[in-house]
């Protein structure tokens, strides 16, 4: 019966990760290891394949997680670099038991949705550069699909993000702003402040007053967000505004 589950786990078109609980790697099937590195990484830390140290801290709070926690209830999203080329995960991890009913690891099952989230766009220099088109959010325990160009804006919240649409509709998004920004500048978005990203196509107005700077979104609603001064001089210049 394993050999035979085996066998159906090898020729699935999503990827599929056994981890201990000692985060070594001890299973991936075929599409995992094309995916991900082209080979197997058995007994290697899963928490390696991330470089930023807040996604290596992210690891390891889901394992915590999952230690006291059912399962990680939502799926996770993950913009990812491998081979030179980027990619955007969908992620389902499941926790897995010993024969004691001792936590045991975790099943991670992956699905690629770059070719549905994912493009590529080329600078003055034919540098290319990937962006996303549709960026994957939660809504009420739901994934959803969300055009970047209904985002109005997208606060940061540490190592996730809320997303608000031109409804004034709050999505989370487990991907960091910092991120988001990458590969939304080349969709019009633009860092107004350490905490807030805006999507400019809805800019009306810029405001300065008793010292502080802001910026009106409006849509079929009006935001105010935050303008740091630094980021003002940078907004007045892709505006052309002098």
């Known amino acids: 019966m394993i050999k035979n589950i085996e066998s159906i786990i090898s020729i699935l078109p999503t990827g599929v990760v056994v ?5 070594k790697i001890k299973y991936m099937n075929p599409y995992a290891r094309d995916a991900l590195i082209g080979s197997a990484a058995f007994d290697e830390n899963i928490v390696d394949f991330h470089q930023a140290d807040y996604e290596k801290e992210k690891i390891e ?3 915590s997680t999952l230690k006291t926690r059912r ?3 939502l799926p996770i999203v993950k913009i990812f670099d491998f081979k030179d080329k980027q990619s955007l995960f969908i992620v389902k991890l499941t926790k897995v038991f010993d024969s004691k009913g001792e936590f045991g690891g975790i099943i991670a099952i992956f699905y690629d949705m770059s070719q549905l989230t994912l493009s ?3 600078d003055d220099k034919q540098k290319p550069h990937t962006v996303i088109n549709k960026l994957p959010v939660i809504l009420n325990n739901k994934m959803v699909f969300l055009d970047t160009d209904e985002i109005m804006y997208i606060k940061s919240l540490g190592s996730s993000s809320i997303v608000y649409d031109i409804e004034g509709v709050k999505y989370f998004s487990n991907i960091k702003i910092s991120e988001l920004e990458e590969n939304l500048q080349n969709k019009g978005f633009f860092r107004s402040h350490k905490s807030y ?3 400019l196509s809805f800019l009306r107005e810029m405001i300065s007053e008793e010292g502080e700077c802001k910026i009106l979104l409006k849509a079929r609603k009006t935001f105010y967000i935050p303008l740091s001064r630094r980021n003002k001089a940078k907004l007045k210049d892709i ?3 002098r």
């Open 19 to 23: 981890v201990d609980a000692d985060k």
């Open 239 to 241: 505006m052309s505004v």
């Open 71 to 73: 399962n990680v209830e």
């Open 61 to 63: 709070e889901y394992f």
């Open 197 to 199: 990203l805006a999507n």
């Open 120 to 122: 590529k766009v080329y």
